[in-house]
C-alpha cells in the first residue's frame, strides 16, 4: 500500500496537543474509528515519565477537527 504525502499547509485544519506517556496510541485509535475526512498527525516532541508528548494533528474536515478538539485539547 502507498500512502499518499502530503504537506501540512495542505489542510485546512490544524492543532497542538500534549499527552502523557501512553496515551497517543488512544488518541490514534480514537481518531482511525470517528474520522470521516482525511487526517495526519506528526510527532513533535516524545513523551517520557517527566514530561508529556506534543503532537500535531491535520484535519481536512472542520466537523472531523471540532470532534478532536473537544476530546482530546
Do not use: N
Amino acid at each position: 500500500m502507498i500512502i499518499a504525502q502530503r504537506v501540512e499547509q495542505s489542510f485546512a485544519h490544524s492543532i497542538e496537543i500534549a499527552k502523557p506517556f501512553g496515551v497517543i496510541d488512544s488518541v490514534i485509535v480514537w481518531c482511525k474509528s470517528e474520522m470521516q475526512g482525511d487526517w495526519r498527525w506528526q510527532l513533535i516532541d516524545t513523551s517520557s515519565d517527566q514530561r508529556p508528548g506534543r503532537y500535531m494533528f491535520y484535519f481536512d474536515s472542520a466537523v472531523d477537527f471540532f470532534a478532536f478538539t473537544m476530546k482530546w485539547s
